[in-house]
C-alpha cells in the first residue's frame, strides 16, 4: 500500500494519543519511510475532545489528514469517531466503539445520547464499512477500564486484512512506548481484542 | 516516554517525537546553559522536556513568573557569555517583548534562542497576531521550521547564528508543528561540564549594554541595521530555505507548516510546480526571492495568518517582475483567517489555476452532514472535585448573576460555560483585575474578578497593587490549586518546589495581598459552600479592595498523590429513595461524576474524588459517602 491515512477520535483520558503513538511506531517498523502524526491536545484532561492522526507512505507531508482521505476513522468513543465523519474515504472503514460518554452539555440540558443503531443503519447506506465493536466489558483479566483503546487496536489488526500494521509491529510498539509495569496489561488488553467480533458490520 | 526518546544519547538513533519535544533535543545538542519560559499551549511540552532532562544533562532550568523576567533571565545569561533559551507561546511574546525589543540593541556573548509559537486558529489562545510581523517590527532574526526534522535542525542553527551574529534568535513555531510527530535522528550531546561565565574569556567581548536614550542608542540602532544585513547575506544561501524548481513556469511559495500542505495539494491536483519554501523569515532573503520569481508566469502564496511574504512579494516583483500574476490573500484566493490543511490549499490553487479538484466535497458534505445533528459540541468541563466548580457555584448562590464578572485566563474559564456561564470579560493574563478597577470607578453592581494562583503571580500583582492605590471597589477571588494547572501543572512561586523536585522558596499570596495594602481578606476552603457563601457576601459588602483567596489543591494532583500514596478515595453515594430527582446537581453544579438514573442521579464511583460538596448542596440529604452507611 502506498498511502494509509488513521484517524483515531475520543475523549480525554481514553489514550487517543498513546493509541497513536503506537501506530506511529508499527508503521516505522512496517517499513514506511514517512510517518507523520498530528494531534490537538490542551484540555484533554478535562474531559474535552481528542483527535489524532497518523499518516504514512508516499506523498505524506502535513500532519493533518484531508477532507474524505482517511482509510480508516478508530473511534474510542461514539460520538467523536461520528465527529469526523467528512474526513472518511467512501470506501474506507469506520470502527466505533460502543463506549458513550455524553457531554456536560447533553447532561445539563437532558438530551439523550444519540441511537447507535439508528445512526449506524444510515450510515452504512453510506459507507461501504462501518463497525461497531464492544471494546467496553470486553473479558480482559484486568478489566477493560482505560484499555479501550488497545482492544480495538487488536480488533483491527485482526478484522481487517487490509490493514497495513502486522499484529507483530503493533505488539513490538506496545512493548516499546508503555512503562514497564503497564506491557502486560496493554498487550493482553490488545490480545483480547483480537478475539472480539463486531456487533455490526 | 517522549523524554526518555529525546534523552536518548546515541547518536543515530531514531525517535518519534512531537515539534516541540524535537526543539528541546536541539538545545540539549547544542549545550544549552540555562532555559527560561512561562508556560503556555502549544508551547509546553518544550519546556516540560527540557525542565525533566535538566538534572541529566547538567544545565539550569526556571519556570519563570512570567515571560518578560524568563527573557530577561535568559538575556542576563547571553550577555555574560552563556547559551540560553526562552520559551513561551505568542501571546508570551508580547509579555516578553519590551524585553526583546530592546535586546536586539546590545552584544550578546553568547547565543540565546527564542521559542514562540503561534496559533492559528486560536485551538488554545485567544489571538491570531502574526509573530512573523512582530520579529519583523522589533529587528528579531527569525527562523521557522516546517516539520519536525526542522524543528530540531533550526534549533541547533538558531544558536549558531545567534553567536555570530550577537543578537537574539527567534524561532517562530506554530500549533501544527508543535503537535506534529515524525521520526527524527538524533544527534551527538556535548559533554556535561561545570558551566560558569568565565571573565578571560569574555575579556575584549564584553560590553557595557546600556541603550540609553540619545546618541548611545542611536549608535547601537545603526549597529543593529548592520546587523540585519549580515544576517540577510547568509541567508541568501542557505539550507534553511528550500527551493525545488521544476519544469513550469508556476511557483508556489511556502512558509511553516504550509510547505507541507501544498507539496500535497500539487501532487493531488496533479500540476507541476516549482517551490520555495522560506526558513528565514526575518530578515528574508532578497536575492533568492528575486531569483525564485525571475522565472515564473504565475506565484502563488500559501502562508497562514497575515499575508507577510505576500506582501513582501508584491512590493520585489514590482520593480523586478511587473507581469508576475501573484495569488494569495490579498486578491481573495487564500482565507484570511485560521490555520490552513492541504484541503484549504489545494482549493484555493485550484481557484487560483482555475482547474478541477479531484475530490467531491459536495458529495462528501452531502453523505456526512446528516452527522451533526448527532454530534454535540464537547467543550473541555471542571473536573470531578475541582475546587473551582464549588466556588463558582458559591459565587452564583450568593449574586444571583447581578454581578459583573471579570474572568481571566486558566482552567477557571471553564466557569465561562454551562451549567455557570459566568464571565462578562476576559481579556489577557492579569486583566480581572485592571479592567475590575476600571469598570467600579462608574459602577454600583458588584463586581467579582476571578484570577488563578499562577496567573496572579504572572500579571496580576501591578493590576492589584495599582486598584488599591486608587481605591478602587470590587472583591478579587484567587482561585489558588497550588500549580498553573492548564497548561500540564507546571509550579508558579507559590509552590515550595520549582520542577522535577528541586526546592523553591515559597511565596505566600496572603501575606503578598496584605503587604499590598488591601484590607479585607478571606482565605476559605474550596470545599465548604457555606464558608465561600459566607465569604463572598461579606466581601461584596465590603466598600474597597477585597480578596478571597479559595484554597484547594487541584483535583488531578491530588488523585495523582493519592494515587501514588496507594490512597483510595472513598466515593459519594446516592440514596435513591431520598433523591427526588431535582437534577441540581446536574443541571446547577455539573460534576462529571454525576449521571442521570432513570428518575434519580447517581454518582460514577471511579471518577468521583470524594470532595463532598454535591452532599453540602443537595436540598435532599440525599448524597452520602460510601462507607459512612448515609451519614456524611
Redesign the interface.
Known amino acids: 500500500m502506498d498511502k494509509y491515512e488513521i484517524l483515531v477520535a475520543g475523549?480525554g483520558g481514553q489514550g487517543v494519543i498513546f493509541i497513536?503513538?503506537v501506530l506511529?511506531?508499527a508503521a516505522?517498523r512496517a517499513g514506511y519511510k514517512r510517518?507523520?502524526?498530528?494531534?490537538?491536545?490542551?484540555?484533554a484532561?478535562?474531559?474535552?475532545?481528542v483527535a489524532s492522526y497518523v499518516r504514512f507512505g508516499e506523498?505524506?507531508?502535513?500532519?493533518?489528514v484531508?477532507?474524505?482521505c482517511a482509510d480508516i476513522i478508530i473511534g474510542l468513543e461514539f460520538?467523536?469517531g461520528?465527529?469526523h465523519?467528512?474526513r472518511?474515504s467512501?470506501n474506507g472503514a469506520l470502527v466505533l466503539s460502543n463506549v458513550r460518554v455524553?457531554?456536560?452539555?447533553?447532561?445539563?440540558?437532558?438530551?439523550a445520547y444519540?441511537n447507535s443503531l439508528n445512526?449506524l443503519s444510515?450510515?452504512q447506506t453510506?459507507?461501504d464499512r462501518v463497525f461497531l465493536f464492544e471494546s467496553r466489558n470486553t473479558p480482559c483479566h484486568f478489566g477493560s477500564?482505560g484499555l479501550e483503546n488497545m482492544i480495538l487496536l487488536g480488533a483491527i489488526v485482526n478484522h481487517f486484512l487490509d490493514f497495513p500494521i502486522g499484529e507483530e509491529d503493533i505488539q513490538e510498539s506496545i512493548k516499546t512506548?508503555?512503562?514497564k509495569n503497564m506491557v502486560e496489561r496493554n498487550l493482553e488488553a490488545f490480545q483480547a481484542g483480537m478475539k472480539l467480533r463486531p456487533l455490526i458490520t | 516516554?517522549s523524554a526518555e526518546t529525546i534523552a536518548m544519547a546515541s547518536p543515530g538513533t531514531?525517535g518519534?517525537v512531537l515539534g516541540n519535544e524535537a526543539v528541546a533535543r536541539g538545545a540539549i545538542e547544542s549545550g544549552v546553559w540555562f532555559v527560561a519560559c512561562y508556560p503556555g499551549?502549544?508551547s509546553s511540552e518544550i519546556s516540560d522536556t527540557l525542565c525533566k532532562l535538566s538534572g541529566e544533562f547538567g544545565y539550569e532550568f526556571e519556570y519563570s513568573a512570567n515571560e518578560i523576567v524568563a527573557t530577561e533571565a535568559a538575556a542576563g545569561v547571553a550577555l555574560f557569555g552563556g547559551k540560553s533559551m526562552v520559551i513561551f507561546k505568542g501571546a508570551g511574546f508580547f509579555v516578553a517583548s519590551d524585553a526583546l525589543f530592546h535586546l536586539v540593541l546590545g552584544r550578546l556573548c553568547g547565543p540565546m534562542v527564542i521559542v514562540a509559537c503561534d496559533d492559528p486558529s486560536m485551538?488554545?489562545s485567544s489571538d491570531e497576531v502574526d509573530l512573523r510581523m512582530l520579529a519583523q517590527a522589533g529587528s528579531i532574526i527569525t527562523l521557522v521550521p516546517s516539520?519536525v526534522t526542522d524543528a530540531k535542525e533550526m534549533t541547533i542553527e538558531a544558536f549558531k547564528l545567534s553567536e555570530l551574529m550577537r543578537v537574539p534568535v527567534l524561532i517562530r513555531m506554530s500549533?501544527?508543528l508543535c503537535?506534529?510527530?515524525?521520526?527524527i535522528k538524533l544527534g551527538d550531546i556535548p559533554k556535561r561540564r561545570d558551566n560558569r561565565m568565565d571573565w578571560d574569556l569574555l575579556k575584549g567581548k564584553w560590553e557595557r549594554f546600556v541603550p540609553m536614550g540619545g546618541d548611545p542608542v542611536r549608535g547601537e540602532m545603526l549597529k543593529s541595521i548592520e546587523v540585519i544585513r549580515r544576517t540577510k547575506n547568509i541567508f541568501e544561501d542557505n539550507k534553511l530555505n528550500k527551493l525545488v524548481r521544476a519544469k513550469s513556469d508556476i511557483g508556489i511559495l511556502t512558509c511553516g507548516?504550509t510547505?507541507?500542505?501544498s507539496?500535497?495539494a500539487i501532487?493531488?491536483l496533479d500540476i507541476e510546480a516549482s517551490m520555495l519554501n522560506v526558513g528565514t523569515i526575518y530578515p528574508l532573503p532578497e536575492k533568492l526571492l528575486k531569483e525564485f520569481i525571475q522565472e515564473l508566469k504565475t506565484l502563488i502564496v500559501v502562508e497562514e495568518l497575515r499575508p507577510y511574504l505576500e506582501s513582501y512579494i508584491r512590493a520585489l516583483a514590482k520593480d523586478v517582475k511587473p507581469d508576475l500574476q501573484i495569488f494569495g490573500k490579498w486578491n481573495g484566493y487564500f482565507p484570511q483567517a485560521f490555520e490552513y490543511?492541504?484541503?484549504i490549499v489545494?482549493n484555493s490553487i485550484s481557484k487560483a489555476m482555475n482547474i478541477n479538484v479531484p475530490?467531491?466535497?459536495k458529495e462528501?458534505?452531502k453523505?456526512?452532514d446528516?452527522?451533526k445533528?448527532?454530534?454535540?459540541?464537547?467543550?473541555?468541563?471542571?473536573?470531578p472535585g475541582c475546587p473551582h466548580r464549588a466556588t463558582f457555584y458559591a459565587v452564583k448562590k450568593v449574586t444571583k448573576d447581578k454581578a459583573i464578572i471579570t474572568q481571566d485566563v486558566g482552567?477557571y474559564s471553564?466557569g465561562l460555560?454551562?451549567?455557570f456561564k459566568m464571565g462578562d470579560i476576559v481579556l489577557c493574563m492579569g486583566g480581572s483585575i485592571g479592567v475590575a478597577c476600571g469598570i467600579s470607578y462608574f459602577n454600583d453592581r458588584p463586581i467579582i474578578g476571578f484570577i488563578g494562583d499562577s496567573t496572579f503571580f504572572h500579571a496580576g500583582l501591578p493590576g492589584l497593587i495599582n486598584a488599591v492605590h486608587n481605591q478602587a471597589d470590587f472583591t478579587l477571588i484567587i482561585l489558588d490549586n497550588g500549580t498553573t494547572g492548564?497548561t500540564g501543572f507546571q509550579p508558579h512561586p507559590g509552590n515550595d518546589s520549582r520542577g522535577r523536585e528541586r526546592l523553591a522558596k515559597k511565596i505566600d499570596i496572603e501575606n503578598i495581598v496584605k503587604a499590598i495594602g488591601v484590607e479585607d481578606i478571606k482565605v476559605v476552603d474550596s470545599y465548604n459552600i457555606k464558608e465561600l457563601m459566607d465569604a463572598t457576601s461579606d466581601a461584596i459588602a465590603f466598600r474597597g479592595v477585597s480578596v478571597i483567596i479559595s484554597r484547594r489543591a487541584c483535583s488531578?494532583i491530588s488523585r495523582r498523590e493519592n494515587q501514588r500514596k496507594g490512597l483510595k478515595v472513598v466515593a459519594y453515594q446516592i440514596d435513591s429513595n431520598k433523591c427526588e430527582g431535582c437534577?441540581l446537581c446536574?443541571?446547577k453544579f455539573?460534576c462529571?461524576a454525576i449521571?442521570?438514573d432513570g428518575e434519580v442521579v447517581k454518582i460514577l464511583s471511579?471518577s468521583c474524588n470524594g470532595c463532598s460538596v454535591c452532599a453540602q448542596i443537595c436540598p435532599f440529604n440525599a448524597i452520602f459517602k460510601e462507607d459512612t452507611n448515609g451519614q456524611i
Open positions: 475523549v497513536s503513538n506511529g511506531y516505522q510517518v507523520v502524526g498530528g494531534e490537538i491536545h490542551g484540555l484532561q478535562r474531559g474535552g475532545s506523498g505524506v507531508y502535513g500532519p493533518i484531508p477532507l474524505g460520538m467523536e461520528l465527529r465523519i467528512n472518511l467512501k455524553p457531554t456536560m452539555g447533553m447532561m445539563v440540558n437532558n438530551l444519540p445512526v444510515k450510515l453510506l459507507f477500564l512506548l508503555t512503562k | 516516554m531514531e518519534y499551549t502549544p485551538h488554545s516539520n500549533t501544527r503537535h506534529q510527530r515524525g521520526f507548516v510547505y507541507g500542505y507539496q500535497e501532487k493531488l490543511d492541504t484541503t489545494m475530490m467531491e466535497y462528501i458534505e453523505r456526512t446528516f452527522v445533528e448527532f454530534t454535540f459540541p464537547r467543550d473541555p468541563v471542571f473536573c482552567c471553564i460555560t454551562p451549567p492548564m488531578i437534577w446536574i443541571e455539573g462529571p449521571e442521570r471511579e
